[in-house]
């Protein structure tokens, strides 16, 4: 399993916009093989902040998902992104 976790720094006038372009995205991911979570949230706390967290069954389907990353309009509007991966060999429900 995957998990990408992290935050986009984008204006914070614009925050609700962006985020706005990213709910098309959102729901291919969701509907996308192997997904088993993907959200994008504006953070409480800081304006310009949004927070990224998905998680994939395997590289296989994240990297199919992927494709060729974020488009130019949306990459324009990131003003900075600390984003990781985290794999994980096995899980425990709490």
Do not use: K
């Not at 992290?6 to 098309?24: I, K």
């Not at 093989?33 to 993907?38: A, K, N, R, S, T």
């Not at 990224?52 to 395997?58: I, L, N, P, T």
């Amino acid at each position: 399993m995957i998990i990408v976790a992290g935050s986009l720094c984008v204006a914070p006038e614009g925050r609700a916009a962006y985020l706005d372009t990213c709910r098309e995205v959102i729901v291919a991911a969701r509907s996308s093989e192997g997904c088993l979570d993907f959200h994008l949230s504006a953070d409480p706390l800081e304006d310009g902040r949004i927070n990224v967290y998905e998680r994939w069954s395997g590289r296989t389907e994240l990297d199919a998902f992927r494709g060729d990353g974020t488009g130019d309009d949306q990459s324009a509007q990131i003003l900075g992104a600390d984003v990781r991966e985290y794999i994980c060999d096995r899980e425990i429900r709490l």
